[in-house]
């Protein structure tokens, strides 16, 4: 075991992976001798060499498609997009090329890809530094979305995500890189895409998140009167959705709100509600709320701590769903 | 004849204040005249100065917590300042990446709204009427296309003596929007400036990793455009290839590229750590070409600067700057409703409704399902 960081045990895993396959190699901006912006891939250009710690030219759609050819060609490319909000130029890439192989050519070729990308708000940073387009890839078919929160998480779920046979979006809650430790097993192990967790078990409200909304809805519990018993799930996979977990859940909770950065409309929340309704309508003693981000641009950072959802709109929420 | 060449090309360079702040008087004179008068060299070596203050002092900010995120300038003055004078204030357009403080004041963007923006604060994107001026761009390499189009509205309204300039760094001319935005340009002919700040970085990435090719400039010429080398660090160079790419553009209709080879003294943002990536050495070797310094040398062989001007430019800009970062500073807060203000001409129902309960309502939900009463937001 290893007390580390969200950004240690994500280099941790990369580490490992490319200890053990070869075929791994990773390509970005910056990532090289300097370890990328936010240093998730310090020391592997040193330890593995350039070649395989390939910084690139400024060209996120070039990023996406190299990885794409990589990928065909039988390697395991983990390409990073710096942020978030230069998701933008790769979207046809992602979207249209590497979701799409495997259906179009009916099995022949394949995408083995890791996207990782730093994601979400509340870091005091420039614009479209601050994004959380999850929902924008959940509603792309043939792409697999993973956003972890802890460092135990992330390391197991990134190792799966190497190894995973398509391709996957891997967001990086870079509010939590730092900010909290966890022991984190030191050997190489998975935890398997598509399984939620659930992070504290109660029987009075059910609350979905994930990401850095994880640890908000954490402080808004410890907020809340002492008789409340809360079920908190970390959705840990956002496509696709463990709807088994969420069901059972909500099954014995009759109430349940969804919290998520970003914007509420047509966000993960309408759909995790949606699944919902479907499969536990009769057990529903509320509507389904949900915590979101607003239906705006993110703010810039004066006003982003207005925009997120914090442990008083969640705790609002909350007893809202539970007053209902 | 079964082999013939049927395409070859080169890249001229132009230095003509050198590193010691000698002119070379051939390329300088114009019918009789340097090409920029001890006045307009004074004053771009003030608006340098003062740019150079308010970079040393917004990084200090950045550091004392009073400011986000701030990629400094320090170092390619020259560029933004000499293009910056040899466009047309009022008529021509400017659309800036983020190393071009001095061309954006110049055509009427006031310091404090580049505080501001850096500050997280979408005022600052807030052009004041009648500046011609894009916002500061944080995406890399995809607002050349945005300066191809404003050129081409001039040319659709037949407005002869207009143009447009935008500028990027050499890791933006990766960016497919860049190559977009030069196709434009050339196969509709219209009258934009490409100017590539060519610091040599982009964040850890160098040059040489970022492209293959040994000038920027010769990237233009795939697309039929004109293009030139400068020396970036040198204001009659850059005044020059401005003005006479400017001629040009208003002249035949067409667009033209420029690279500044000019060097970021800084790091790449003040979230950044330069010292992981490049040497001592190398940004010693690039401090010797500080634009500020030659022009100051060029000013005193003049005889048009002395100690006692200097002196009164250095009070100057410190008041100067202390007024930028009082105004900045000074401004209220945004109100919260701020969020939704400007999201369309009119807003939506939804929007409207998120924002008169976002102070009471969780959002999701009717606030009157459960008797909970939406009250106008007082923030
Ligand atoms: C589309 C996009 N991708 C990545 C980034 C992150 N980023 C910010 S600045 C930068 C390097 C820019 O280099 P260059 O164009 O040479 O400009 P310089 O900073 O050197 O002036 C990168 C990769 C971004 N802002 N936008
Ligand atoms: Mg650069």
């Given at each position: 075991?290893?007390?580390?960081?969200?950004?240690?045990?994500?280099?941790?895993?990369?580490?490992?992976?490319?200890?053990?396959?070869?075929?791994?190699?990773?390509?970005?901006?910056?990532?090289?001798?300097?370890?990328?912006?936010?240093?998730?891939?310090?020391?592997?250009?040193?330890?593995?060499?350039?070649?395989?710690?390939?910084?690139?030219?400024?060209?996120?759609?070039?990023?996406?498609?190299?990885?794409?050819?990589?990928?065909?060609?039988?390697?395991?490319?983990?390409?990073?997009?710096?942020?978030?909000?230069?998701?933008?130029?790769a979207y046809d890439q992602i979207v249209n090329h590497a979701a799409r192989f495997r259906n179009r050519t009916r099995g022949a070729i394949t995408i083995p890809l890791t996207i990782r990308v730093p994601v979400g708000g509340g870091i005091h940073a420039p614009e479209l530094h601050s994004d959380s387009p999850e929902a924008i890839y959940?509603?792309?078919?043939?792409?697999?979305?993973?956003?972890?929160?802890?460092?135990?998480?992330?390391?197991?779920?990134?190792?799966?995500?190497?190894?995973?046979?398509?391709?996957?979006?891997?967001?990086?809650?870079?509010?939590?890189?730092?900010?909290?430790?966890?022991?984190?097993?030191?050997?190489?192990?998975?935890?398997?895409?598509?399984?939620?967790?659930?992070?504290?078990?109660?029987?009075?409200?059910?609350?979905?998140?994930?990401?850095?909304?994880?640890?908000?809805?954490?402080?808004?519990?410890?907020?809340?009167?002492?008789?409340?018993?809360?079920?908190?799930?970390?959705?840990?996979?956002?496509?696709?959705?463990?709807?088994?977990?969420?069901?059972?859940?909500?099954?014995?909770?009759?109430?349940?709100?969804?919290?998520?950065?970003?914007p509420v409309t047509c966000g993960l929340g309408a759909e995790i509600s949606s699944r919902i309704q479907e499969r536990c309508f009769l057990n529903l003693e509320a509507p389904v709320q949900r915590v979101g981000g607003f239906d705006t641009i993110m703010p810039y950072y004066k006003l982003e701590l207005d925009y997120l959802p914090d442990?008083?709109?969640?705790?609002?929420?909350?007893?809202?769903?539970?007053?209902? | 004849?079964?082999?013939?060449?049927?395409?070859?090309?080169?890249?001229?360079?132009?230095?003509?204040?050198?590193?010691?702040?000698?002119?070379?008087?051939?390329?300088?004179?114009?019918?009789?005249?340097?090409?920029?008068?001890?006045?307009?060299?004074?004053?771009?070596?003030?608006?340098?100065?003062?740019?150079?203050?308010?970079?040393?002092?917004?990084?200090?900010?950045?550091?004392?917590?009073?400011?986000?995120?701030?990629?400094?300038?320090?170092?390619?003055?020259?560029?933004?300042?000499?293009?910056?004078?040899?466009?047309?204030?009022?008529?021509?357009?400017?659309?800036?990446?983020?190393?071009?403080?001095?061309?954006?004041?110049?055509?009427?963007?006031?310091?404090?709204?580049?505080?501001?923006?850096?500050?997280?604060?979408?005022?600052?994107?807030?052009?004041?009427?009648?500046?011609?001026?894009?916002?500061?761009?944080?995406?890399?390499?995809?607002?050349?296309?945005?300066?191809?189009?404003?050129?081409?509205?001039?040319?659709?309204?037949?407005?002869?003596?207009?143009?447009?300039?935008?500028?990027?760094?050499?890791?933006?001319?990766?960016?497919?929007?860049?190559?977009?935005?030069?196709?434009?340009?050339?196969?509709?002919?219209?009258?934009?400036?490409?100017?590539?700040?060519?610091?040599?970085?982009?964040?850890?990435?160098?040059?040489?990793?970022?492209?293959?090719?040994?000038?920027?400039?010769?990237?233009?010429?795939?697309?039929?455009?004109?293009?030139?080398?400068?020396?970036?660090?040198?204001?009659?160079?850059?005044?020059?290839?401005?003005?006479?790419?400017?001629?040009?553009?208003?002249?035949?209709?067409?667009?033209?590229?420029?690279?500044?080879?000019?060097?970021?003294?800084?790091?790449?943002?003040?979230?950044?750590?330069?010292?992981?990536?490049?040497?001592?050495?190398?940004?010693?070797?690039?401090?010797?070409?500080?634009?500020?310094?030659?022009?100051?040398?060029?000013?005193?062989?003049?005889?048009?600067?002395?100690?006692?001007?200097?002196?009164?430019?250095?009070?100057?800009?410190?008041?100067?700057?202390?007024?930028?970062?009082?105004?900045?500073?000074?401004?209220?807060?945004?109100?919260?409703?701020?969020?939704?203000?400007?999201?369309?001409?009119?807003?939506?129902?939804?929007?409207?409704?998120?924002?008169?309960?976002?102070?009471?309502?969780?959002?999701?939900?009717?606030?009157?399902?459960?008797?909970?009463?939406?009250?106008?937001?007082?923030?």
């Open positions: 075991m290893a007390n580390l960081t969200l950004v240690q045990a994500i280099n941790l895993a990369l580490a490992q992976e490319m200890e053990r396959d070869d075929r791994v190699v990773l390509l970005g901006e910056d990532v090289g001798v300097n370890g990328g912006v936010f240093r998730v891939t310090e020391g592997l250009a040193q330890r593995f060499g350039e070649h395989r710690v390939q910084n690139t030219p400024l060209d996120e759609s070039g990023i996406i498609g190299v990885s794409i050819g990589l990928a065909m060609a039988g390697m395991r490319p983990v390409p990073e997009i710096q942020f978030d909000g230069f998701l933008g130029p959940a509603h792309s078919p043939g792409l697999k979305v993973v956003m972890p929160s802890t460092p135990r998480d992330a390391k197991g779920l990134l190792t799966s995500a190497i190894r995973d046979p398509d391709p996957v979006i891997f967001f990086e809650p870079k509010r939590v890189y730092r900010a909290y430790r966890e022991e984190v097993p030191e050997d190489e192990y998975t935890i398997p895409i598509g399984k939620a967790k659930v992070v504290n078990e109660g029987d009075d409200i059910t609350v979905i998140t994930w990401g850095a909304s994880v640890f908000q809805c954490l402080e808004a519990m410890d907020a809340l009167p002492e008789d409340v018993s809360l079920e908190l799930i970390d959705l840990r996979t956002i496509d696709p959705i463990d709807t088994d977990t969420i069901a059972a859940s909500v099954e014995k909770t009759g109430r349940c709100v969804v919290v998520h950065e970003a442990a008083q709109r969640i705790g609002k929420g909350i007893m809202e769903c539970l007053a209902y | 004849m079964p082999k013939t060449t049927v395409y070859t090309a080169s890249i001229e360079n132009l230095q003509i204040l050198d590193e010691d702040g000698v002119l070379d008087e051939s390329l300088a004179m114009e019918d009789g005249r340097p090409i920029l008068t001890d006045e307009q060299v004074m004053y771009l070596y003030e608006q340098m100065w003062i740019g150079r203050h308010l970079d040393e002092v917004a990084f200090k900010l950045q550091r004392s917590g009073r400011m986000g995120t701030y990629p400094q300038n320090k170092g390619q003055e020259a560029n933004a300042a000499a293009a910056g004078l040899a466009m047309k204030k009022g008529s021509d357009y400017i659309v800036p990446a983020y190393r071009e403080n001095i061309a954006m004041h110049m055509h009427g963007l006031p310091y404090h709204y580049i505080l501001l923006h850096w500050m997280g604060d979408e005022r600052g994107n807030q052009i004041p009427e009648g500046a011609l001026l894009t916002p500061l761009s944080v995406p890399i390499g995809t607002h050349m296309l945005h300066a191809t189009g404003i050129a081409w509205a001039f040319k659709l309204r037949k407005e002869p003596d207009r143009c447009a300039i935008t500028f990027f760094g050499d890791g933006a001319t990766s960016e497919g929007d860049f190559h977009g935005a030069m196709n434009f340009a050339s196969t509709l002919s219209v009258p934009v400036i490409f100017y590539c700040q060519n610091n040599q970085w982009a964040i850890s990435v160098p040059r040489e990793q970022q492209m293959n090719s040994p000038t920027v400039a010769q990237k233009a010429l795939s697309y039929e455009i004109p293009a030139i080398q400068v020396d970036g660090n040198d204001v009659f160079a850059v005044y020059k290839a401005v003005r006479d790419a400017r001629r040009h553009c208003v002249r035949n209709g067409g667009p033209y590229f420029i690279e500044g080879v000019t060097y970021r003294l800084g790091d790449h943002t003040t979230a950044d750590d330069a010292r992981r990536y490049r040497s001592d050495e190398e940004v010693s070797v690039w401090a010797g070409k500080d634009p500020l310094i030659r022009t100051r040398k060029y000013l005193v062989n003049r005889e048009a600067w002395n100690d006692e001007r200097q002196f009164e430019l250095e009070n100057r800009a410190k008041k100067i700057v202390h007024e930028i970062v009082a105004a900045a500073e000074g401004i209220e807060a945004p109100r919260v409703s701020d969020i939704f203000s400007h999201m369309f001409a009119e807003l939506d129902n939804d929007l409207r409704r998120q924002r008169d309960t976002m102070r009471t309502s969780s959002i999701g939900q009717d606030p009157s399902q459960i008797g909970l009463r939406s009250q106008p937001q007082n923030a």
